[in-house]
């Protein structure tokens, strides 16, 4: 279908380009953007510009931040000794909901996976590695979620991490494999950061 | 779920109606509930009924795994229904293809979440010229054979050989990686060869046993319909029988870099089919082949029965054709059982078929098949 001008069409070939979003969706949502304010379009273009420009990713953690800490690493309160591994921001903001989990991220920005041309080095990975030396963590808890490439990540982290001193856990899973952690509930989720297993464990089938 | 089948049900198949499907442009064919037989001259479409049938149980074709290359030419969709009686309850069954869209298959038009969640309600074994693919071809075809089989009644199966195959494709991307990047780090590619072990080792035991009940009851079959003097064998051929996965993995590290690609492992599994002692590939003559392939789906066919507790349906695709009169006979005495289920036969000529039906002894319809057309004689 040719649409009537090349600005519109422009504007539903960006919005098209989002994950899960078909033509007919980009189309209404660019239309409904047509009809309000100019004021309103501004505010939403430039929103989402200035968030392209000046988010930046923690030094520590590699967590979204606004400065070069995020404002985790930044609380003084937080046990500083034990650090609990994950894919991305959805996973901190599940396991913050729970209240439970006091002590540091470090968030990978991916998993393992060479299908998808993603290995080790293309991961939030050796920085992890250099907070485990400084030696003041006594705890690595592995929270990858429970699909393939999240097992395997922790695997080879873990076996990356055991030439060193600190203790290495897994949050304890329930029955469903492939869950997310995102979509645990929070009690779950909860409890499962409490009750921890040393990652070994979790070998032996 | 059929876990709950009881023996005294067969699952018996009373009308099935075709709209563009392959060479149908609209069909409507009511079946008894005994054997029913499609006579007509090459291409006029006999196979392609059982291939509808077989679609309402698998939710594919039997010969062509492209769904939309089995719509008819030049149009847009097809649709198979089929109207069952199970346990005294009617099934109707609906699968529609629409070109460019995903497949619809409905239950008592409630639509399926999952094709797998079908699978194994409508039991029924193939018997096909096609099958000579078994002997002849690759070792891909016997291992769907077996696959196809253990994954009716064993679901954790189905999912330990497709996180397997996926496994095996990210071990394979590493080492594709490591040769184009030249580097090699020991613990990535380690952590793939654990995966290949975890989902690889169950695949193998359950192949194992698999075999194990089923060579016998094959033994058996081939038995009954071939002469007394012949032996057949069928050995399971796995890498797996000399070693752990991991020591294999590790002892193939090296040639694995090298050529790029996982050398070891069940995706190289294969079926060795013997007669005496020697492979019936090159040694078996053309009837011999032929009674070692009936015999094989005929204990499936019984391997199935055991497994369901319930007679699945059979059908029986141009087998009459070039099968010598020993054999006809002793396939005649084995579908007269009552143990057999509804049959389906298909055959080219109605002088040759109209005597064996008479012989089975069972309620029986004829029907002639001629461009496309199916009328009951
Ligand atoms: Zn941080």
């Given amino acids: 279908m040719e649409l009537p001008s090349k600005y519109l069409q422009e504007a539903v070939e960006a919005i098209a380009s989002l994950p899960g979003i078909g033509r007919k969706s980009a189309l209404r949502l660019t239309l409904h953007l047509l009809r309000r304010d100019n004021l309103e379009v501004n505010q939403f273009a430039n929103a989402i510009t200035s968030m392209k420009e000046n988010v930046k990713f923690c030094d520590t953690c590699g967590n979204i931040s606004d400065g070069p800490k995020c404002n985790i690493c930044t609380q003084s309160k937080r046990d500083q000794s034990v650090i609990c591994v994950v894919e991305d921001l959805r996973d901190v903001l599940a396991i913050e909901s729970t209240q439970l989990f006091q002590g540091l991220y470090h968030v990978l920005g991916g998993i393992i996976s060479p299908m998808d041309g993603i290995g080790p080095s293309d991961l939030n990975i050796s920085s992890l590695f250099g907070r485990v030396e400084s030696g003041k963590v006594s705890e690595i808890i592995l929270a990858l979620n429970a699909t393939m490439e999240g097992d395997t990540t922790s695997f080879y982290l873990y076996k990356k991490l055991e030439s060193f001193e600190c203790k290495v856990t897994s949050i304890a899973r329930g029955v469903s494999i492939g869950d997310e952690l995102q979509y645990t509930d929070e009690i779950t989720l909860g409890r499962s950061i409490q009750h921890r297993t040393p990652f070994e464990q979790t070998l032996s089938r | ?377």
């Avoid at chain 2, 507790?309 to 059979?314: C, F, G, L, S």
């Fill in chain 2, 1 to 377: 779920m059929s876990y709950f089948w009881t023996k005294e049900f067969p699952v018996i198949l009373n009308e099935l109606s075709l709209i563009n499907f392959k060479n149908y442009s609209e069909a409507s064919i009511e079946v008894c509930s005994k054997v029913n037989c499609f006579v007509g001259n090459n291409g006029q479409g006999k196979t392609n009924v059982l291939d509808a049938i077989y679609y309402l149980a698998f939710c594919k074709s039997y010969f062509n795994p492209i769904d939309s290359q089995n719509i008819k030419h030049d149009d847009e969709f097809f649709v198979v229904q089929g109207g069952f009686d199970r346990e005294g309850k009617s099934e109707k069954i609906f699968c529609g293809l629409k070109r460019g869209q995903k497949k619809q298959f409905k239950r008592n038009k409630k639509e399926y979440a999952k094709l797998s969640e079908h699978i194994g309600l409508i039991p029924l074994v193939m018997v096909s010229p096609s099958d000579s693919e078994l002997i002849l071809g690759g070792s891909e075809t016997r291992r769907k054979f077996i696959d196809g089989v253990i994954a009716q009644f064993n679901p954790v199966y189905l999912d330990n050989l497709l996180n397997y195959q996926k496994s095996l494709t990210q071990r394979n991307a590493l080492l594709k990686s490591f040769s184009e990047n030249r580097y090699f780090d020991e613990d990535s590619l380690m952590i793939w060869d654990h995966k290949l072990a975890q989902y690889g080792e169950p695949v193998f035991k359950e192949r194992n046993a698999f075999l194990e009940e089923f060579i016998p009851i094959f033994q058996e079959y081939y038995g009954l319909i071939a002469p007394e003097n012949e032996t057949v064998g069928l050995q399971y051929v796995t890498k797996l029988h000399e070693g752990t996965f991991l020591d294999l993995l590790l002892e193939n590290r090296q040639k694995d870099r090298a050529i790029r690609y996982s050398s070891t492992g069940i995706h190289k599994d294969d079926l060795v089919f013997e007669l005496g002692n020697h492979p019936m590939k090159r040694f078996g003559s053309q009837g011999q082949q032929k009674s070692y392939l009936l015999a094989l789906k005929l204990a499936q066919f019984e391997y199935v029965k055991r497994k369901k507790t319930t007679k699945p349906m059979i059908l029986l695709d141009d087998v009459f054709d070039k099968l010598d009169e020993n054999r006809v006979e002793a396939l005649i005495k084995l579908v007269s059982d009552p143990e057999f289920g509804q049959i389906f036969i298909t055959d080219t000529s109605q002088e040759r078929i109209e005597p064996i039906l008479k012989k089975i002894g069972k309620e029986y319809r004829l029907y002639n098949v001629n461009e496309g057309a199916v009328e009951l004689i």
